[in-house]
């Protein structure tokens, strides 16, 4: 099945800080304010309190081997 076809897989705040080798309070810190400095992969709140990311934009966050990424495409 093509990768656009497939549906989004959502990574846990410690998948996410694996793969971008931070730390997850560093996450946290950039989820608080990412409305504001859109550091990092935009974080969604999921079942009230935890947070999931978008496996796309975690990967684009490592292959721009940056934390600043551009969400206006």
Do not use: I
Request: glycine share 6%.
């Amino acid at each position: 099945m093509p990768k656009s076809l497939r549906p989004e897989r959502w990574l846990t705040s410690q998948e996410t800080a694996d793969r971008l080798r931070v730390a997850r309070k560093t996450l946290y810190n950039w989820a608080s304010t990412w409305e504001v400095e859109h550091r990092g992969p935009k974080p969604f709140r999921m079942g009230g309190r935890a947070l999931r990311y978008r496996e796309s934009d975690v990967d684009r966050c490592v292959v721009e081997g940056g934390t600043s990424t551009d969400h206006s495409k």
